[in-house]
């Protein structure tokens, strides 16, 4: 049985990987560790077809441990154990070579199914390496997630897509039999969605149905495969364009178009966890201290749909995306954040103020830790203005209220206080 071309061109070495460089470049965070064959438990987040299972491979092979692979969708507790007993008896202990454990879709994994991992990563008999198309905070136990470094894979842009193409066109020993012409990739690369592996697939099903000259366009690829694409693939781009319909419908105040788009994702069988979870990331950027229930409720149907599942489940959701949708926006917190972050980067590790400091002990109070602190409790209105940032960025105005009635309060209460300082 010949295997799919995506499985015949797949990279076996660092030098053959495509994208990620933040992780595998020249500088990336995990090219020292990979060289130095000292590789610490690792869990992979990004969308599907974009690198996750081969970099696991590659790194395995690199340095040369032995590789084991479980899937979280037929893999159980008593599949975990045998395969670390494995792992004990091909050299897991006392050893910076102990094997590899690659795990699929961790995320699909239970409570007492990560649990079962615990005892060997934390005595050190495997190194884990886990991919999730699924925010690993929400999916992975807090326990096992603070064993691991997780690291972001991003989608391949257009260039590392196309370069797939002309690999498989050059390096494949079937498809570089053939005479193949690309004369058009936009519709190959907008069906894939970023996903190397649907790119190759359909390419590669293109190739297949025509003779040994083939010339790549645009028509052609809607011709012979647009009729077979899904009406909602959960893991392509129309997955991500519905999403980002839906988000933006509630951002814009239109809980018509808010419940359509949620509909459409209900009928595709989204998970339900995915949607609540983004209307909780929205109820904090987009609606923020406008309306801060809108978190509250946004925190309480996660919770809900978490435990009941399909079909009630779409009742809170609609529930909730309605409320967002007619609730009052904010982004100021948000832009704050982002702010002060680049502050941040900019500025270094600026030093504490002195009369911010913790004073726990006489020696720090000698050396002037906490001295001439304004305690504001101690003021009329319980307010007593003095500076709280460094020196270096002193008067620096990172929130600004929106415009809107309760963000207006926060605006006059601040005026109000500070007086010029936050004038705005």
Request: proline share 4%; net charge neutral.
């Amino acid at each position: 049985m010949i295997p799919p071309l995506a499985e015949r061109i797949r990279p076996k070495t660092l030098d053959d990987y495509i994208s990620q460089q933040h992780l595998v470049g020249p500088n990336g965070a995990l090219t020292a560790h990979i060289k130095r064959g000292i590789i610490p438990s690792l869990i992979f987040w990004g969308p599907p077809g974009i690198g996750k299972t081969t970099l696991a491979n590659i790194i395995a092979s690199e340095s040369e441990r032995p590789f084991y692979t479980l899937s979280a969708i037929n893999s159980g507790v008593k599949d975990i154990r045998e395969v670390i007993n494995k792992a004990k008896q091909s050299g897991g202990l006392f050893t910076t070579k102990n094997p590899i454990l690659f795990i699929d879709e961790i995320h699909r994994f239970s409570k007492s199914q990560q649990d079962s991992l615990l005892g060997a990563v934390e005595k050190g008999w495997v190194t884990l390496i886990g991919a999730t198309t699924e925010n690993p905070s929400f999916e992975v136990i807090p326990a096992l997630l603070s064993r691991c470094q997780v690291y972001i894979l991003n989608s391949f842009d257009k260039d590392d897509l196309v370069a797939l193409l002309h690999r498989a066109i050059d390096e494949d020993e079937i498809i570089s039999k053939k005479k193949i012409k690309l004369k058009e990739t936009d519709a190959l690369l907008q069906l894939s969605g970023g996903d190397a592996r649907k790119l190759l697939n359909i390419f590669e099903l293109i190739v297949n149905s025509e003779d040994d000259k083939v010339t790549i366009t645009n028509a052609k690829v809607l011709e012979k495969v647009q009729t077979n694409t899904v009406r909602y693939d959960k893991t392509g781009e129309q997955h991500y364009d519905i999403v980002s319909a839906f988000i933006k419908s509630i951002r814009g105040s239109d809980p018509n178009a808010a419940v359509y788009w949620l509909a459409r994702m209900v009928e595709g069988g989204e998970d339900v966890k995915f949607i609540a979870r983004r209307m909780l990331i929205l109820a904090s950027e987009d609606i923020g201290n406008a309306n801060p229930t809108a978190l509250i409720l946004a925190n309480t149907t996660f919770q809900s749909v978490s435990m009941i599942g399909y079909p009630e489940s779409r009742i809170i959701l609609s529930q909730c995306a309605v409320y967002l949708a007619n609730s009052p926006k904010s982004n100021a917190s948000y832009i704050a954040i982002g702010q002060a972050q680049q502050l941040v980067k900019q500025t270094g590790d600026l030093s504490v103020p002195l009369h911010l400091r913790n004073a726990p002990t006489k020696l720090m109070k000698d050396l002037d830790y906490g001295k001439n602190y304004k305690y504001a409790h101690n003021y009329d209105d319980n307010f007593a203005e003095q500076e709280f940032l460094p020196d270096e960025i002193k008067n620096t105005k990172l929130y600004e209220p929106g415009n809107n009635a309760r963000e207006n309060n926060f605006r006059s209460f601040l005026k109000k206080r500070w007086k010029n300082k936050y004038d705005y």
